[in-house]
């Protein structure tokens, strides 16, 4: 559970070797010398590798300290091999990996309520029986995958249609909650994309902001250890407001 009183803290940056646990060195390179864009949505200049590397320290940091990492860019799209819509470098997989090999535990899930499927985190962390990834998303929507017919043993994508309110999300909860349970992890990550919000001007879902506060709620009782890494929400206005209440559904 994140503790309701945790500090704020400025991170160290996540070393190249806990990058490598997720990613290629061909990807390190390009984020560490590349210049310009990557993709449409997807720039590299003089600081974007320090940039990747301390928003990936702050989610390790985040599962040291059961915190929120409040950091940008975001990561889960970012694919072992390629950055992609707006991410370089996938923190919450870094942080997944992190905790496993330096605090020793052995599962962990990661639960993804971004508007958008985290593509990234799922082909970093397929095959990994030791990782349980669960994504709630619209769908169709970018990046186009996630659909119904994506599953596996450790995969669970539930795609859900535009216009989808709190109740709807609360009603795919169940599924989320089954396969969680049913894994046991040591620790549950979440991917806090706030772009479902009813004013986001990149989806078009209707979460509200005691939505997000009872989706935290929900996700700080799946295990014993819980972090959030910062994902989407792309209005500026509604921001502050959408992770004030997840953090006090996550503390409560």
């Known amino acids: 559970m994140l503790h309701e009183r945790l500090p704020f803290v400025e991170c160290s940056a996540a070393t190249e070797a806990d990058v490598l646990r997720c990613h290629t060195p061909e990807l390190v390179e390009q984020v560490r010398s590349g210049r310009g864009f990557i993709d449409a949505d997807t720039i590299c200049t003089e600081t974007t590798f320090d940039a990747a590397l301390l928003a990936a320290g702050a989610a390790i940091e985040a599962v ?4 929120f990492a409040l950091a940008r860019p975001p990561g889960h799209h970012a694919e072992r091999g390629r950055a992609m819509g707006f991410c370089l470098f996938d923190s919450i997989a870094i942080a997944a990996r992190w905790a496993q090999a330096e605090l020793g535990l052995q599962k962990v899930a990661i639960v993804d309520w971004d508007v958008h499927h985290g593509n990234g985190t799922q ?39 535009a216009g989808t309110d709190d109740a709807g ?9 089954d396969a969680v349970t049913q894994f046991e992890p040591d620790l549950v990550l979440v991917s806090a994309g706030f772009d479902a919000h009813v004013d986001d001007p990149l989806a078009g879902m209707l979460v509200t902001e005691a939505g997000f506060r009872e989706l935290a709620r929900r996700s700080a009782r799946l295990a014993p250890r819980t972090a959030a890494v910062l994902e989407g929400g792309y209005n500026l206005r509604t921001l502050p407001g959408l992770v004030e209440a997840a953090l006090d559904g996550f503390a409560s």
């Open 64 to 67: 040291r300290r059961g915190g």
């Open 123 to 161: 082909d970093v962390v397929a095959g990994d029986d030791s990782i349980l990834f669960v994504s709630m998303h619209q769908w169709p929507l970018y990046p186009g995958t996630g659909g119904a017919y994506e599953q596996g043993e450790r995969l669970v994508n539930i795609p859900l249609p």
């Open 169 to 177: 999300y609360f009603e795919a909860w169940s599924t989320v909650e």
